[in-house]
Structure formats: C-alpha cells, structure tokens
C-alpha cells in the first residue's frame, strides 16, 4: 500500500476503530529542524494531541542508540552514498500501532515515503545486526507518546559548543520544558534498560514487539 493510499483509506469508524488513520497531512507541513530530531518527533506528538487526540494512546517515540552512540542507519537523507548509510550518535523516529499486523512509521530523516509500513523501514533502516560489530548494535527505547509529551525537555545544550555558538541553528520556537525539568535528554538517549522512560529492545526484540509475521 502507497502514503497515498494510506492517506486517503477509506474510514469508517463505526465499524471498525482498529484502521490506520491520517494523522499527518504532509511532509513538508510537519515542524522539521536538522539535528533536532528529537524535537522534531516532539512536534509531531503535539499536533497529533491537537488534531486527532484520540489516536495518541496508539503513538509511540523510539529512541535509537547505544553505549557507545554509534548507531547505522540507512536511507537517510543526510546520507551521501548510494545508500543512504548514516551513523548518528542517536536518532528519533514516530510510530503510530494499531496492532501487530498495522504499524507505521514516520521518519522525518529518511528518504523512505511518509509514513512507511514498520516492516519496510525497518527492513532498509536497520538491516540487521548480524554482520555488524557490537559496538554498533541498535538499540531502542520506546516510549509512550503521551509521556513523552508530557515529560521530555531539552535546553539545547547538547548542540552548543564549548564557547556558547550553536553546532547546528536551533528551532525557532522556545527550548522544550516542564515544570519539573529544564533538560532530561540524556535519560531518553541512555539505552540501560533498568533506568529511564518506556522500555528498551535490541533491534530483534524491537521488531517482535511491533510486527508480526503472518503463517
């Protein structure tokens, strides 16, 4: 199935309220600042709170890293070979499951369609972790998109350099915070799995979590 067959799928909520719904209209109206991928994904959980409220329970935000912050990923679009092929110290993605036969991706980094279907990005996003080092292995943790709202703040400072001048021109709107906290980002990006928000996977765990394969 194409974006625009998802987009534009037949709704009828009467009968059936486990149907993927349009939660974004288009790429290009989505908040987007490069490097700021975590904000970025923050956006996109604000306007579905806004827009459809009711879908947000079924959105989840999937931090990608691991101890050593060197995760590949391909098909990114700051990616300069053929293939796409980035290694970021981490990365945020947006999903939005309906079950494990429905789950949809949203990437705003990638050069795959917006959204595309959980099996296909994970598929020529992550490949696998078989043929790579340990050092490079995946891991994801995943939160609610409800908390994350409610919860995630930075105050930048992880794209300032050492004198105050910014690595990469911030967002324009104000520095994500909550009454209780200025900046926990470090907590979403650290993949112990006894401490943070949601839960942790390896990339195998990840993909049993949110796909099922059909016999």
Not at 91 to 117: A, G, R, W
Not at 143 to 159: G, I, N, T, W
């Amino acid at each position: 199935m194409s974006v625009s067959q998802v987009q534009h799928a037949n709704i009828d909520t009467k009968k059936n309220d486990k149907i993927l719904k349009p939660l974004f209209s288009k790429q290009a109206e989505c908040s987007y600042v490069s490097c700021y991928c975590e904000e970025n994904v923050w956006k996109l959980c604000q306007d579905v709170s806004l827009r459809v409220p009711e879908e947000l329970d079924r959105c989840y935000v999937v931090f990608i890293s691991n101890p050593c912050r060197t995760v590949p990923l391909w098909k990114q679009r700051a990616g300069r070979e053929e293939d796409r092929l980035v290694i970021w110290d981490y990365h945020v993605i947006f999903l939005y499951s309906i079950d494990l036969k429905s789950c949809l991706v949203y990437d705003l980094d990638s050069e795959l369609p917006f959204p595309t279907f959980f099996h296909k990005y994970v598929t020529e996003t992550f490949r696998t972790d078989q043929v790579l080092k340990s050092d490079f292995h995946r891991f994801f943790r995943v939160v609610p998109a409800k908390y994350f709202l409610q919860h995630f703040s930075s105050d930048r400072r992880h794209m300032k350099r050492p004198d105050g001048s910014w690595i990469k021109p911030p967002p324009p709107y104000p520095a994500i915070s909550t009454v209780a906290s200025t900046h926990n980002l470090d907590e979403y990006i650290n993949m112990e799995a006894e401490s943070g928000p949601g839960q942790v996977f390896n990339l195998t765990e990840f993909v049993k979590r949110f796909y099922k394969i059909e016999k």
